[in-house]
């Protein structure tokens, strides 16, 4: 089976630094994305990395390690409004498509 | 605003019944996905479409069957609906290739009574 994890709750600081981590042993490997999702709404797009090394976007920023099974997401200069859930996904070959398999996410809360 | 439309927003029905989820894919993609998202089960993949073809298909219940339409918009289509089938519905839009990003809609909140 596939097991994508990541810790379940985190609080951070705002205006600090927070890194979600993210293991995942799977049956292929297509590459990985980050969603962040705020409570009821719609996951959106954060990062995708397929290649070793770090993936640099603003204020977010993604590594990947394939010989590890291992990503995390780093987010600087948190604001109140990261506070949001952040999915780890990892893309699947399969048969003629793809599919993403999702970690349960991480609850990040920012605080004062 | 991701560009992929799905309706209705809100669905409440009972068990037993049958509904049908709708998805508009953003312009130019060609491929849709459903997901079902529930509190417990997290967010998991059901069926991917490309072009009006069945292209990857997850752990999705008999019970439950999607197609693609020529304009390319997707229906999902529940039936026999039970209590556990109550959870949030995503679409998502993509190309189709792995290296690019699917987009969500914002979803459809079913609840079984």
């Known amino acids: 089976g596939q097991n994508i994890d990541q810790p379940t709750e985190m609080t951070a600081t705002e205006g600090a630094i927070v890194q979600i981590n993210c293991t995942y042993q799977?049956?292929?490997?297509?590459?990985l994305f980050w969603y962040q999702q705020h409570a009821g709404e719609a996951p959106t797009f954060l990062s995708y990395?397929?290649?070793?090394g770090l993936e640099e976007k603003g204020r977010f920023s993604s590594f990947l390690s394939r010989s590890k099974g291992y990503s995390y997401l780093l987010l600087k200069e948190l604001q109140m409004k990261d506070s949001a859930s952040y999915l780890c996904?990892?893309?699947?070959?399969?048969?003629?498509?793809?599919?993403?398999?999702f970690g349960t996410g991480t609850q990040l809360k920012v605080e004062l | 605003d991701s560009g992929v439309t799905q309706t209705p927003k809100h669905l409440i029905t009972a068990t037993g019944q049958r509904v049908t989820l709708r998805c508009s894919p953003r312009?130019?993609?060609?491929?849709v996905y459903w997901y079902q998202q529930s509190l417990d089960q997290g967010l998991q993949f059901l069926i991917q479409?490309?072009?009006?073809?069945?292209?990857a298909k997850g752990n999705i219940l008999e019970r439950f069957s999607a197609q693609q339409f020529p304009d390319l918009h997707s229906e999902l289509n529940l039936s026999s609906l039970e209590l556990g089938d109550s959870a949030l519905y995503f679409c998502?839009?993509?190309?189709?290739?792995?290296?690019?990003?699917?987009?969500f809609g914002d979803g459809t909140r079913l609840s079984i009574l």
């Open positions: 998502a839009s993509g190309t189709g290739a792995s290296n690019q990003p699917q987009h």
């Open positions: 312009s130019g993609d060609l491929s």
């Open positions: 996904a990892v893309i699947l070959p399969t048969g003629g498509g793809n599919k993403l398999t």
């Open positions: 479409y490309y072009n009006g073809e069945e292209r």
């Open positions: 990395n397929v290649l070793d």
């Open positions: 799977t049956s292929g490997f297509n590459g």
